[in-house]
């Protein structure tokens, strides 16, 4: 009876442990998932007679760069910069789990040395007189 609530236990702990740590390989796929991006946002630059007239706004070199966005292409381009906002989250959470691998390899096990706390009144030094 021991053993089979053992065997629960430890199974219980391993899944969650490896359902709640990202994988990289899952995060790699998900960001090979994403075929198209663009950095920037889609603004609109002023009212016209026909509707909006928009442009997409971002960075390039540096510097900051504005394109001319026809209205049928709208929809797409938005999506477009919504990939790159989510691909660079990804790349975040990829760089953040390998970090932590890093650490942990490197650390093998060894406890975080603590400090004793500091005073938050300053020390005087004893003169010797």
């Known amino acids: 009876m021991k053993t089979a609530f053992f065997i629960v236990l430890l199974y219980t702990y391993v899944y969650s442990f490896f359902m ?4 990289p390989s899952q995060i790699l796929q998900q960001i090979a ?8 946002k889609v603004c609109v630059m002023g ?3 026909n509707g909006p007239y928009y442009n997409l706004q971002c960075r ?3 510097k900051a ?3 001319y966005v026809p209205a049928d292409q709208v929809e797409v381009i938005t999506q477009h910069t919504e990939n790159y906002k989510k691909f660079e989250g990804l790349v975040a959470e990829y760089a953040d ?6 650490r942990d390899e490197r650390m093998g096990g060894v406890k975080k040395k603590t400090r004793p706390p500091k005073f938050s009144s300053p020390r005087t030094r004893k003169s010797k007189s």
């Open 20 to 23: 709640n740590e990202p994988n």
């Open 33 to 40: 998932q994403i075929q198209r991006m663009e950095p920037g």
């Open 47 to 49: 009212q016209g007679p």
């Open 60 to 62: 390039e070199n540096g």
């Open 65 to 67: 760069a504005s394109r």
């Open 97 to 102: 789990v390998i970090i932590a691998q890093t």
